[in-house]
Each structure stands twice: as structure tokens, then as C-alpha cells.
């Protein structure tokens, strides 16, 4: 069983920045395509980026250009850059291994919030 730890939400203004972290516990972790989901208050939770194993990357359309997922396989770390946040962007955001794009496997850590406010 993978576990997840997602870190680095926070409190940030409308076109500010944020760096999240998952940490993933095992030795399968570089074997799957990972992915981050985000779900604000009322929402069903939403893919927002994959990245394969092998380094191939896919975004949603509603942070395509804003947003950067990439991965270091030998910290067992998958990152999300988040640039030019807006205020819909406000949720808590979950990483997760994943069989394709969209479609996670395995249980969900905790999640970090990230709040994009003036």
C-alpha cells in the first residue's frame, strides 16, 4: 500500500505562486504515472496533471500554462508548480498514482489547501 503526503498549500494572492509536494512511500512509486486532483468546497475532485514514468506530462485545460507537474523518481517526490493562481483555483489538491490520465489508483493522503485570495 502507497502512501501519500501532499505539502506546500497555503494562503496566496491572485498571480502569485506555489510549489506543492507529494511524497510517496514504497519502491513502486517510479513504475506509475502519477497525478495531481484538486476539489473545492461543493465540487466533485477534478485531474488537473499527470506525468508518466517516464517523464511525459498532460495538463487540464483550465491550468494548461500556468501549471507544472514533474517528478524526482529517487526522492519519491512529485511536484506541482503553480503560477499565475487565480481564485478558482481555490481547493485542496491530492496527488495519486495513476493507471492513465484521469484515472487514480490507490487511496488519497490528506491533501494540502491552497487558497488564492485577495
Known amino acids: 500500500q502507497v502512501q501519500l503526503v501532499e505539502s506546500g498549500g497555503g494562503l496566496v494572492q491572485p498571480g502569485g505562486s506555489l510549489r506543492l509536494s507529494c511524497a510517496a512511500s514504497g519502491s513502486i512509486f517510479s513504475r506509475y504515472t502519477m497525478g495531481w486532483y484538486r476539489q473545492a468546497p461543493g465540487n466533485q475532485r477534478e485531474w488537473v496533471a499527470g506525468?508518466?514514468?517516464?517523464?511525459?506530462?498532460n495538463y487540464a485545460d483550465s491550468v494548461k500554462g500556468r501549471f507544472t507537474i514533474s517528478r524526482d523518481n529517487a526522492k519519491n517526490t512529485v511536484y506541482l508548480q503553480m503560477n499565475s493562481l487565480k481564485p478558482e483555483d481555490t481547493a485542496v489538491y491530492y496527488c495519486?498514482?495513476?493507471?492513465?490520465?484521469?484515472?487514480?489508483?490507490?487511496?488519497w493522503g490528506q491533501g494540502t489547501q491552497v487558497t488564492v485570495s485577495s
Open positions: 506525468i508518466t514514468s517516464g517523464g511525459s506530462t
Open positions: 495519486n498514482l495513476e493507471t492513465s490520465w484521469g484515472r487514480p489508483l490507490g487511496s
